[in-house]
T-cell receptor
């Protein structure tokens, strides 16, 4: 069974440019998470979806970040415009339901120049 | 406010010896604790968990201990193997908010 798929794995952009990350969770997993991981830190939740509904986006900087999970399967996280401080690894995770074990993807390493 | 703390950023252990990774937390509302292991360029993978109503959970070479009065948990790996070299994150979960809070990680190096 395929794990959580993320693309791209690496992205380098200049500041003020837009960027998008894609995540395909494990088949059948209803809950999808986007996390931000800065260097030397643990993952921090940005947004949690249950099916297509964003049930917790309290940590998502909504002035520049947006996310969608239109059909309750794959998801896209967008940053527009990117800032230097957005350089980090963006992790996607999924679980069968909220509270069950999370499975993480490999992450997208974003570098903003 | 760091609710979950891993105060040791790194740890080196000889192969075959015990590795002990520590984690402290401040929120008494956490009711589930987890340990994740992360290799470079990969996402974290679940290792072992413990409910707040228990004080020990064991899975093969891995044992997690929970001391609720001290708000402290630890992961014991015995015997340690070179393949255990990774970054270990502890995480705490609150069923009321469904939030996972991660610590900053401890890099374990097992020396052959």
């Amino acid at each position: 069974e395929a794990g959580v798929v993320q693309s791209p794995r690496y992205k380098i952009i200049e500041k003020k440019q837009p960027v998008a990350f894609w995540c395909n969770p494990i088949s059948g997993h209803n809950t999808l998470y986007w996390y931000l991981q800065n260097l030397g830190q643990g993952p921090e939740l940005l947004i949690r979806y249950e099916n297509e509904e964003a049930v917790d986006d309290s940590q998502l900087p909504k002035d520049r970040f947006s996310a969608e999970r239109l059909k309750g399967v794959d998801s896209t996280l967008k940053i527009q415009p990117a800032e230097l401080g957005d350089s980090a690894v963006y992790l996607c995770a999924s679980s069968f339901h909220t509270g069950n074990e999370q499975f993480f993807g490999p992450g997208t390493r974003l570098t903003v120049l | 406010d760091q609710q979950v703390k891993q105060n040791s950023p790194s740890l080196s252990v000889q192969e075959g010896r015990i590795s002990i990774l520590n984690c402290d937390y401040t929120n008494s509302m956490f009711d589930y604790f987890l340990w994740y292991k992360k290799y470079p360029a990969e996402g974290p993978t679940f290792l072992i968990s413990i409910s707040s109503i228990k004080d020990k959970n064991e899975d093969g070479r891995f044992t997690v201990f929970l001391n609720k009065s001290a708000k402290h948990l630890s992961l014991h790996i015995v015997p340690s193997q070179p393949g255990d070299s990774a970054v270990y994150f502890c995480a705490a979960f609150t069923s009321g908010t469904y939030k996972y809070i991660f610590g900053t990680g401890t890099r374990l190096k097992v020396l052959a």
